[in-house]
Each structure stands twice: as structure tokens, then as C-alpha cells.
């Protein structure tokens, strides 16, 4: 069964770093683009960051864009989204996506 498995996520202060891990089963995902997108409590799910299927294009929200960094490893076929110098406001679930598969999703919680 082709999925995506989300891992990563947990609970982190203020000015702290995550990485965020997806897992595809399957190596049909590298033809793919790649996306990370995020869902707060009481807001709808938003776009936070894509990867070419090469992995030579990156783009970003604006809210994240030059802390989150989007990656992949097509020999493990496991996207990456780094995050540092994370906010309150980054708080929510974090969920990869590639055509219409989706993660389960991974907590981040920044809070001191």
C-alpha cells in the first residue's frame, strides 16, 4: 500500500529547531513534487513549502520563508522540512503531501 508517514514533530521553545520528516513507500514518489503544508487550530490547512521532483526548486510561504528549508533524499525516498527559529505562531499540524496522497501528520507545538 502506497503512504506517506509523517514523523518529527514535538514540542519546542521559541528560537528552536525541528526537522520534520515524510517517508514515501515506494520510490514513484521521486517522479513528484513534494509539499509540506500546515494546520492550526481553528484555520484551514495552508501551502508552507514544495520540492521540484529533482529537488533543484524550492519555494516558500512567506510567513516561513529563510527559516524553513525543504529537502529531499531520493535514495531514501523521505522528504525534509527543517525548521529553525520557529515562532508561536508555527505552532499547528504538519502534514507532507505529494498528488493526493497525505501524511497522518505531526505535532509541532512552540511555546515557552
Known amino acids: 500500500q502506497v503512504q506517506l508517514v509523517d514523523s518529527g514533530g514535538g514540542f519546542v521553545q521559541p528560537g528552536g529547531s525541528l526537522r520534520l520528516s515524510c517517508a514515501a513507500s515506494?520510490?514513484?514518489?521521486?517522479?513528484?513534487?513534494m509539499y509540506w503544508y500546515r494546520q492550526a487550530p481553528g484555520k484551514e490547512r495552508e501551502f508552507v513549502a514544495s520540492?521540484?521532483?529533482?529537488?533543484?526548486?524550492?519555494y516558500y510561504a512567506d510567513s516561513v520563508k529563510g527559516r524553513f528549508t525543504i529537502s529531499r533524499d531520493k535514495a531514501k525516498n523521505t522528504a525534509y522540512l527543517q525548521m529553525d527559529s520557529l515562532k508561536p505562531e508555527d505552532t499547528a499540524v504538519y502534514y507532507c503531501?505529494?498528488?493526493?496522497?497525505w501524511g497522518q501528520g505531526t505535532q509541532v507545538t512552540v511555546s515557552s
Open positions: 503531501n505529494c498528488r493526493d496522497l
Open positions: 515506494g520510490n514513484i514518489f521521486n517522479m513528484y513534487p
Open positions: 520540492i521540484s521532483w529533482s529537488g533543484t526548486s524550492t
